[in-house]
């Protein structure tokens, strides 16, 4: 399974495309919208609330887009041979499944923290008092959305396929789950329905950590925490049923 990430890594770090889309292309959105956005309030602490509404929407969704696309090379390896050329080798077949989620953890957390990182040495953002629980979200908003893009890939029966469920399913979470939009200006329907979303649940998690000062400890923010793992933990057992299916089809 180890030698499964690194070669994906490997592949990851050669592809000057994928490194511009999951590294380069989140920080031009969220330099774009934090101009446009986080200097609207007539107090700092509206600056504030505005900077980190667009750093935690904006790096959920385009982490749902770039999970998505993980998840589509397992359907690349699938047309390609070399996923049964995988089955062959002794090699467990649950290795397989399992070496893309960490792959894709791996690389989630990268953007993360580089998406962070970038907001704290350009615009400010104050991450430095906040480190743990800041590690903690995002690792387990990684974990979340990673399952994600593994349980598309287990559906999809192509790479197109893949990119039209990713587009369309990242867009109405986004949408509904507080990415583009403000939960508190939305209709008090569309804030209910926002909590079956990741982005709800990993953006309400970061402003626990920058707008509402909880620690680490706090019950609240832990709850965003449980939630996340939750998330993930059922969209990497949906997936891991679907792995098997498709396995048993190539076999």
Same mark, same amino acid.
């Given at each position: ?11 990851? @770090? ?19 919208f ?28 385009m982490?749902?887009?770039s ?31 399992y ?16 998406? @962070? ?73 569309m ?18 950590? @920058? ?12 709850s ?28």
């Open positions: 399974m180890i030698k499964l990430v690194r070669k994906d890594l490997k592949l990851f @770090f050669g592809n000057k495309q994928d490194m511009l889309l999951t590294f380069i292309l989140p920080i031009i959105f969220i330099t774009l934090s101009f446009v956005f986080g200097k609207m309030g007539n107090t700092e602490e509206d600056n504030l609330g505005g900077l980190v509404h667009v750093v935690a929407g904006t790096s959920v969704m982490l749902l887009f999970v998505a696309g993980i998840g589509g090379s397992l359907i690349d390896e699938k047309q390609e041979g070399m996923l049964k050329k995988l089955l062959c080798s002794p090699m467990p077949p649950n290795h397989i499944h070496g893309k989620m960490v792959y894709a953890i791996i690389i989630s957390i990268a953007q993360l923290i580089i998406m @962070f990182v970038y907001a704290w040495l350009v615009f400010g953002l104050d991450i430095m008092h906040h480190l743990p629980s800041l590690a903690l979200m995002i690792l387990v908003t990684a974990y979340a959305c990673s399952g994600f893009g593994i349980l598309l890939a287990s559906f999809a029966k192509s790479r197109q396929q893949v990119q039209g469920y990713s587009t369309i399913v990242v867009l109405v979470m986004s949408a509904m789950g507080g990415s583009m939009i403000p939960i508190f200006i939305m209709p008090e329907m804030q209910k329905i926002a909590v079956v979303s990741v982005n709800y649940w990993g953006i309400q998690g970061f402003h626990d950590i @920058f707008l509402r000062y909880l620690p680490i400890t706090d019950i609240t923010f832990l965003k925490v449980f939630v996340l793992i939750g998330i993930g933990t059922l969209l990497n057992f949906i997936a891991l049923l679907m792995f098997k299916k498709n396995i048993l089809k190539i076999v």
